[in-house]
């Protein structure tokens, strides 16, 4: 009964396909997220949803579209992948007005 | 535009020491810090946090300490212990907690 569950764990695809990771929370939490960890370690928000709602879309390519169908998932469909886009991905959920982030544990994209 | 800086990429200290990690911010405007702690192949998860009219917050082995003038804030483990070894994430946001912004970490290895 994990919290914030992340699938797939590993994606490993080459440039040009289109993917997706998806993201389910069982915290009851209004609030997701989709951050980047790339290669130089930094982990950065890329959107949050708040009750289906998208309030932080962080000048992110086109390529990358957050879905919300209901507000315990966030999925995250990337198109036209590119090496660049190899990096690890983390969902995340929180309460709301507070910055405590409950994350998954992470979607290891390889892009070859 | 590094906003929450960690200048130490890692940490080597005894158990039963004391372990400082250090973090610097540029952005004035944040007003709620938080420290998260990530075991490889695992995602983040939530230490402790501080509110900026605060200078201080303890959590039994845990203080963050808050110097707003100097833009600094600290994270002391005492006594350190070998499953603290870990990087160790400063985190910080501003009115309204939705964007969390993370620093690049520090890895801290605590040996028996």
């Known amino acids: 009964d994990t919290a914030v569950s992340q699938t797939p764990k590993y994606l490993v695809t080459q440039m040009g396909n289109d993917k997706s990771i998806k993201c389910e929370q069982n915290?009851?939490?209004?609030?997701m997220y989709w951050y980047k960890q790339d290669s130089k370690k930094f982990l950065k928000i890329m959107f949050s949803?708040?009750?289906?709602?998208?309030?932080i879309n962080e000048t992110v390519p086109n390529r990358f579209s957050p879905k919300s169908p209901d507000k315990a998932h966030l999925n995250l469909h990337i198109n036209s992948l590119e090496l660049g886009d190899s990096a690890v991905y983390f969902c995340?959920?929180?309460?709301?007005?507070?910055?405590?982030?409950?994350f998954g544990e992470g979607s290891r994209l390889t892009v070859l | 535009d590094q906003q929450v800086k960690q200048n130490s990429p890692s940490l080597s200290v005894q158990e039963g020491r004391i372990s400082i990690l250090n973090c610097d911010y540029t952005?004035?405007?944040?007003?709620?810090f938080l420290w998260y702690k990530k075991y490889p192949a695992e995602g983040p998860t939530f230490l402790i946090s501080?509110?900026?009219?605060?200078d201080k917050n303890e959590d039994g082995r845990f203080t963050v300490f808050l110097n707003k003038s100097a833009k600094h804030l600290s994270l002391h483990i005492v006594p350190s212990q070998p499953g603290d070894s870990a990087v160790y994430f400063c985190?910080?946001?501003?009115?309204?907690?939705?964007?969390?912004?993370f620093g690049i970490g520090t890895k801290l290895q605590v040996i028996p």
């Open positions: 995340a959920s929180s309460l709301p007005n507070t910055g405590e982030l409950f």
């Open positions: 915290l009851g939490h209004d609030t």
């Open positions: 949803y708040n009750n289906k709602e998208l309030i």
């Open positions: 952005n004035s405007m944040f007003d709620y």
């Open positions: 501080i509110s900026s009219i605060k």
């Open positions: 985190a910080a946001s501003e009115g309204g907690y939705q964007k969390v912004t």
